[in-house]
C-alpha cells in the first residue's frame, strides 16, 4: 500500500468510528469520503462529528455539503489568481510590447 493509499485509508477508518458512534451505519461514511473526494476533507467531517454531534441525518448532510462548497471555492479561486498571474506576465512580456508598436 502506498502512503497515499494509507492516508486514504486511515482517514476513512477514522470516519467510519465517527459515524458509527452516531449510530449510523459505516457505509454513510463510504459515501460521505467518497463525496468529499480528499483524506483533509474527510478530516474535516470527521471533526465536524466529534465535536458537533448532529442529531440528524440532515445536518451531516449539509455540513459535508458546506465542506464539499468551500472546497469548489477555494479552487476556483486558485484558477483565478493562475489566470490573472499569467495575464499579468503577458502585459509585461517583451513580446506584447513588440507587438503593440
Known amino acids: 500500500m502506498t502512503p497515499n493509499q494509507r492516508m486514504w485509508s486511515e482517514a476513512r477508518k477514522r470516519l467510519a468510528g465517527a459515524v458509527s458512534e452516531l449510530g449510523y451505519p459505516e457505509?454513510?461514511?463510504?459515501?460521505?469520503a467518497q463525496q468529499l473526494g480528499s483524506?483533509?476533507?474527510?478530516d474535516r467531517m470527521t471533526?465536524?462529528?466529534y465535536q458537533a454531534r448532529p442529531a440528524s441525518l440532515e445536518m451531516i448532510m449539509d455540513e459535508m455539503l458546506a465542506i464539499c462548497a468551500e472546497i469548489e471555492a477555494w479552487r476556483e479561486k486558485k484558477e483565478s489568481q493562475e489566470a490573472q498571474a499569467g495575464y499579468?506576465?503577458?502585459l509585461r512580456s517583451e513580446a506584447r510590447r513588440r507587438n503593440a508598436e
Open 27 to 32: 457505509e454513510l461514511a463510504g459515501l460521505l
Open 39 to 42: 483524506p483533509k476533507a474527510i
Open 47 to 49: 471533526s465536524y462529528l
Open 88 to 90: 499579468n506576465a503577458w
